[in-house]
């Protein structure tokens, strides 16, 4: 723990930090409704920077800017993605200062980040293929995602909306456009096919609200299919968890991304080639991959103006505008809003309609030996 003194140089606050094995400042949760920070070099994308150790007089706060976080988010809520989601919506500035805080004072504190211990089954989940089979006799992919927000007083509420289902985490069919940007622009066209998982996976903007509601309720999802053309629902519920972030190291992604590898498995029936195809496969690839899946002009929208806020606030930055194309995958602008989020299922459910006479209702839980068990139960 280390002292944070706010803007004002009012109340010292408790901040929970710790050095990453970089010596790179993380910065967990608990800040207060008002911290003080400041654009980067890049003004037109301000984040939250990174310091290193240096003296121990303890944490400094630069004067120059802040930024009010909604006061309906508890502050135990507020973490480091929550608040780089912020510092996204600061209007360029003509600040030039690199970094808010200055860690004066060696912090005493874990090297890594501490363990999220994921509910992960290294097993094919049973549900897996019937799911699979049932989305294959459906016309649309699109699926209905239920996070946790808060409102404006503070009590925890309902938010779902729909988005597009991506497939199982890391197998994705590209139209062959998509292929040409891949093979044109990405060493080796992209990573070789050797994985599967039973992730849902869906895209979104950073900016987007979905992902804050996320963080700041313990990653709790659900997702839910109708499927009409087989007259079956499926509930998967669980903990999503997005990827993507330029700067995987610090924010939310520290440490996930080895986490999550321990979800997926070598396909029984992969026929690649040589053992040393696990070694190029890389995460930016994965990632890369899910871009190149959208159109141009989809990839375009990442370099929108801010999602949610009002139209007739022009964005200070003038490379965000609607309607733009994007071909190259590495767009620096796209990509710092581009995500994959990965939902890790925990409990699934299927809600069988085709004999109203006889509704059948199955669950399948994960247990803590990563081990599904299934249950047949009334409709
Ligand atoms: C057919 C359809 C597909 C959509 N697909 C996505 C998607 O894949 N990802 C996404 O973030 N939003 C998608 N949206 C927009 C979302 O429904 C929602 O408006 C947006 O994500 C903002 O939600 P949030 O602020 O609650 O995060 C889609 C909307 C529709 C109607």
Redesign the pocket.
């Known amino acids: 723990m280390a002292d944070v003194t706010d803007r004002c140089g009012q109340s010292p606050l408790k901040e929970p930090a710790y050095l990453n094995d970089k010596q790179q400042l993380v910065l967990v949760c608990q800040l207060p409704s008002i911290i003080s920070t400041v654009s980067n070099s890049n003004p037109s994308q301000p984040r939250l920077q990174r310091c290193v150790s240096s003296s121990n007089l303890g944490w400094e706060l630069c004067p120059h800017h802040s930024i009010h976080m909604p006061s309906s988010i508890p502050p135990r809520h507020l973490n480091t993605r929550l608040i780089q989601s912020h510092l996204f919506r600061i209007p360029k500035t003509c600040c030039q200062h690199r970094f808010c805080a200055t860690n004066t004072q060696p912090t005493q504190a874990p090297s890594t980040r501490p363990t999220m211990s994921l509910s992960i089954s290294k097993n094919p989940a049973p549900w897996r293929k019937l799911l699979e089979s049932h989305l294959e006799q459906t016309k649309s992919y699109?699926f209905t995602i239920a996070t946790v927000g808060y409102d404006s007083k503070g009590n925890p509420v309902p938010?779902v909306?729909?988005?597009?289902f991506r497939g199982f985490f890391p197998e994705l069919e590209l139209h062959p456009s998509g292929q040409e940007d891949m093979d044109q622009q990405v060493e080796g066209g992209g990573n070789p096919g050797l994985f599967e998982s039973d992730i849902l996976t869906?895209?979104?903007?950073v900016r987007?609200?979905?992902l804050d509601q996320l963080e700041s309720t313990g990653n709790y999802i659900e997702a839910m299919f109708w499927l009409k053309e087989v007259m079956v629902q499926w509930r998967i519920k669980g903990k999503a968890y997005s990827i993507g972030s330029p700067d995987p190291e610090s924010g939310s992604e520290f440490g996930l991304r080895p986490e999550l590898f321990e979800a997926l498995r070598v396909k029984e029936n992969y026929r690649g080639g040589s053992s040393g195809d696990a070694n190029k496969w890389t995460w930016e690839k994965a990632i890369t991959k899910y871009f190149a899946n959208h159109s141009p002009v989809m990839r375009g929208s990442f370099r929108n103006p801010p999602?949610?806020q009002p139209r007739s606030q022009l964005p200070s930055n003038a490379d965000l505008r609607l309607g733009q194309k994007v071909t190259n995958l590495q767009d620096p602008i796209a990509r710092e809003n581009f995500r994959v989020v990965l939902i890790l299922p925990e409990e699934v459910e299927s809600l069988d309609l085709t004999d109203l006479d006889d509704v059948r209702r199955r669950k399948w839980t994960l247990g803590p030996d990563g081990k599904w068990e299934e249950i047949e139960i009334w409709p």
């Open positions: 699109d938010r909306r729909t988005c597009g869906f895209t979104t903007d987007m609200e979905k999602p949610g």
